[in-house]
């Protein structure tokens, strides 16, 4: 088993695509090993309606440096969008959160 992580960034790198997509990584950055799981939530708007997706699941990091969780492509409407990342250790203490825009 690996030790909890040393102390932790959250980040949610966005990249515009063509055709008016954005793709979006949460990703962690430390510079030590761990384990722990993590819950990424994305929200679009569009004609007064709000959709979420949820996912997450457990990782372990190997090395220092970032770690990509997942990756995700939405659309960019026109009434916006927006992400969190949590990050939890492997007890269940929560290590970072970061909400973009």
Not at 28 to 41: A, C, L, N, P, T
Not at 45 to 57: E, H, I
Request: proline share 7%.
């Amino acid at each position: 088993m690996i030790a909890a992580l040393p102390p932790v960034h959250c980040i949610i790198e966005h990249h515009k695509e063509t055709g008016g997509a954005m793709t979006l990584v949460p990703t962690i950055e430390s510079d030590g090993r761990g384990e722990g799981s993590y819950q990424f939530e994305i929200f679009s708007n569009s004609n007064g309606n709000t959709s979420s997706n949820v996912q997450g699941g457990d990782f372990q990091k190997a090395d220092p440096g970032r770690l990509a969780l997942s990756r995700s492509t939405v659309s960019v409407s026109p009434n916006g969008w927006s992400a969190r990342l949590t990050v939890f250790g492997p007890n269940g203490e929560k290590l970072c959160v970061v909400s973009v825009p």
